[in-house]
């Protein structure tokens, strides 16, 4: 079964360029988690969808970020414009929602940005 | 806003020896997860404990999840180098979504 996709893996751009990272999520998942990675931070969770309907957003950090999920099969993150502080690892995750005990996110392999 | 605490923040040791990591809250989670993330991949699921005082196993890792069900340990027998990396717990609300990770403990394991 093919995992959560994540595209670009690596992404080198100079500061003040729009970024779109994109996810494909895992077929029938209806759940999905857009996450930010650095050392200083740790993983953070920047937006997540259910039903393609975004919940929460409030770890988005500025507006220069924003976040789609046009249909169940594909979400976009943008960085409009990007500054060398977004420098990081980003990860999509998706899973199935079901009240109760949490379900397990199933993670992509993340997309490395450089804000030069 | 629910915070987890992971202690220590680093830990080497050498193959074969025994260790326990910690993630602890203030905060009650419905479900606690423990996840293992290798260089250059994404977080992948170990173990989800549900009720208070659960014990799960897996091969050679044990989690425990508190009977407060606010803190949980991971404790690996006799490590191996393959049990190196960044292992992550994450704690749900009590409607199974939204999940907030802990900053993680870096395992090295020499052998």
């Known amino acids: 079964d093919a995992g959560v996709i994540q595209s670009p893996r690596h992404e080198v751009t100079e500061m003040g360029q729009e970024v779109t990272l994109r996810c494909k999520p895992i077929s029938g998942h209806n759940s999905l988690f857009w996450y930010r990675q650095t050392m200083m931070r740790g993983l953070e969770l920047l937006i997540y969808f259910n039903n393609n309907v975004p919940i929460d957003d409030s770890g988005m950090p500025e507006d220069r970020f924003s976040a789609k999920m046009p249909n169940a099969s594909f979400s976009t993150l943008k960085i409009q414009p990007s500054e060398p502080r977004d420098s990081a690892v980003y990860f999509c995750a998706s899973s199935l929602l079901s009240r109760g005990a949490g379900q397990p996110q199933h993670f992509g392999d993340g997309t490395r940005l450089s804000i030069l | 806003t629910q915070l987890l605490e992971q202690s220590p923040q680093f830990l080497s040791i050498q193959e074969g020896e025994n260790l326990t990591v910690y993630c602890n809250s203030s905060?009650?989670?419905?479900?606690l997860q423990w996840y293992r993330q290798e260089p250059g991949e994404g977080p992948v699921l170990l173990v989800t404990?549900?009720?208070?005082?659960e014990v799960k196993k897996l091969k050679r890792l044990t989690f425990q999840f508190g009977d407060a069900r606010k803190d949980s340990s991971l404790h690996i027998t006799a490590a191996q180098p393959g049990d190196t990396g960044l292992y992550l717990c994450a704690g749900a609300d009590n409607y199974g979504q939204n999940f907030v990770f802990g900053p993680g403990t870096r395992l090295s394991v020499l052998p």
């Open positions: 905060s009650v989670f419905s479900s």
């Open positions: 404990v549900v009720t208070g005082g």
